[in-house]
T-cell receptor
Framework: DVKVTQSSRYLVKRTGEKVFLECVQDMDHENMFWYRQDPGLGLRLIYFSYDVKMKEKGDIPEGYSVSREKKERFSLILESASTNQTSMYLC????????????????FGAGTRLSVL | SQQGEEDPQALSIQEGENATMNCSYKTSINNLQWYRQNSGRGLVHLILIRSNEREKHSGRLRVTLDTSKKSSSLLITASRAADTASYFCATDFTGNQFYFGTGTSLTVIP
């Protein structure tokens, strides 16, 4: 079974702190994603990565950065945490497909609930 | 945004009843998927339907897709209390990037 592990289930930080959310997958997936989930807004893509050292902005990248130094690990960084970044953060991974007709699914971690005070 | 929307936002039914939730999306797609999320957990993939398919079954799940209306529905038959969760549709047109809907919260009352 694919396993996607997020380092923390719950995190409490103070405004202005630098925050690191870590995600590790064990299935040699090329693609990795970071989403945030807020009530009524569903999942919104922050950043994704198709390869080591490669990153692409999603829909809401402002205030975030990412790092992918190794294939299995994708980190989300909040450079200076703010209260409006209080949210549930979900990491996911998937295979990389070459055809838009290929079937592909995403595997999710359990999530990190971040509170910024 | 290419995000889809589920309808209704919340649904409460008695155990044994059927639950139907709908998803509308905005752009042409290759696949549409449904995911389930138990409270406070990550999402788990349930079923995938290709754009050239109209209906798909998996156990108690039935998914339909109408590409002309850009909509899909998920039917859970003979619901159980353990089906209580949030359900999300996800669309893709590249095979690699997904757009998730806003979710339907289903409560099945024992």
């Amino acid at each position: 079974d694919v396993k996607v592990t997020q380092s923390s289930r719950y995190l409490v930080k103070r405004t202005g702190e630098k925050v690191f959310l870590e995600c590790v997958q064990d299935m040699d997936h090329e693609n990795m994603f970071w989403y945030r989930q807020d009530p009524g807004l569903g999942l919104r893509l922050i950043y994704f990565s198709y390869d080591v050292k490669m990153k692409e902005k999603g829909d809401i990248p402002e205030g975030y950065s990412v790092s992918r130094e190794k294939k299995e690990r994708f980190s989300l960084i909040l450079e200076s945490a703010s209260t409006n970044q209080t949210s549930m953060y979900l990491c996911a991974s998937s295979l990389q497909v070459r055809s838009s007709l290929a079937k592909n699914i995403q595997y999710f971690g359990a999530g990190t609930r971040l509170s910024v005070l | 945004s290419q995000q889809g929307e589920e309808d209704p936002q919340a649904l409460s039914i008695q155990e044994g009843e059927n639950a139907t939730m709908n998803c509308s999306y905005k752009t042409s797609i290759n696949n549409l998927q449904w995911y389930r999320q138990n409270s406070g957990r990550g999402l788990v993939h349930l079923i995938l339907i290709r754009s050239n398919e109209r209906e798909k079954h998996s156990g108690r799940l039935r998914v339909t897709l109408d590409t002309s209306k850009k909509s899909s529905s998920l039917l859970i038959t003979a619901s159980r209390a353990a089906d209580t969760a949030s359900y999300f549709c996800a669309t893709d047109f590249t095979g690699n990037q997904f757009y998730f809907g806003t979710g339907t919260s289903l409560t099945v009352i024992p």
